[in-house]
């Protein structure tokens, strides 16, 4: 489904500590795959 297609689309909300927590769970994934990709 495209994001346009949304019933909310464009007027969004979200909950802040729930995308906090995701986004710090992506920053720390993308430092390790930074990381691992460094070594090769």
Do not use: S
């Amino acid at each position: 489904m495209y994001i346009w297609k949304q019933k909310e689309w464009p007027h969004f909300h979200w909950v802040v500590t729930r995308i906090g927590a995701l986004l710090a769970e992506v920053r720390h994934r993308q430092g390790r795959l930074l990381g691992m990709a460094e070594m090769l």
